[in-house]
């Protein structure tokens, strides 16, 4: 699990600055995608520019919205005039199939492009697109990792962390701890919302002295604080089990529902065995024990450690039956 940006996060401009999408729509299309005219005025340049903001904001508005294939015939035009937010979001809209068929390759063009006119995000998508490939898009470290420099250069908390990611396991460059951890440091600092996981991570797996523990364990609470699901189970499972501090099993089923609530599947698991150790056992808790590991037990990928504990967990039910 991992971060990739996606535009539906963003920030909507107010309603009273933008006007109606339809509007919008129905003048672009009535102007025709023709390539603007190379040689003009300043203050024609300014106008046109403010124009096309106002439109890429309307039809940012309504792709959140589901209106996809609305939003880019004018996404579209707009992205080839080199409109960096429309070519970000065209990019967006080719990863995830939406209002057009999945292509990574014309995704990762559209990021390429929104990345040289200094688009962040999109510069990230297309590092981690790199990195970990994807479909007619093989892994290419070299460029990834420059991506992720340059972003480092211009103070990119995001692009810091990842690049942190790289000499941690090192990805196309010699492998440095040292160098990694001042980098997750650094994005920290710039208080980026994964560097605390990977920091947290990287000491919690080292744990080369107790103060290890200590900080990963208030790194991985700085994670949840940023809403990361990761971070939320490490913090979780540190809590359960008394790592860096003492056992609070309230607190850690609390935040192992949080995270399976955003969708962070192995916190079921990690909250089964929770609910294994509570005492009285009841119907419930042990139905919820069935709940969240026929998943696990079901699933052929599964590392077989995991399925092990859901195979003891499952005995320990049926022993008890109290769920039929």
Known sequence: MGRFFAPIHMTPAPAAALP???AVLAVV??????????????????????????????ARRAFRNGEH?????????????????AQFLLGYAYRQGRGVAESAPQALHWYDRAARLGHERARLNAAIMLRNGAPGVPVDLDRSRAYLES????????????LGRVYERGLG?????????????????????WAPFYLGRLLYRRHATDADWRRARTLFRAGADHGVPVSLNNLAWMLHNGQGGETDLDAAEVLYRRALDMGYTRSGLHLAMLLNLREPHTQIGDAEIVQYCQPVLADPDMVWSRQRNCHDLMKHVTDRGLVR
């Open 173 to 193: 460059v010699l492998a440095d701890e040292a160098r990694a951890i001042a980098l997750y440091e650094r994005a920290h600092a710039l208080d980026d919302d």
């Open 20 to 22: 109606a999408f339809s």
């Open 151 to 162: 972003g480092e250069a211009d103070g990119q908390a995001p692009a810091i962390a990842e």
């Open 69 to 85: 294939e609305e939003a880019l015939r004018v996404l579209v035009p707009l992205a080839e005039r080199n409109h960096p937010g």
């Open 29 to 58: 299309l009535s102007l025709g995608c023709a390539a603007p005219v190379m040689a003009q005025s300043a203050s024609t340049s300014t106008a046109t520019q403010s124009v096309d903001d106002r439109d890429y904001e309307a």
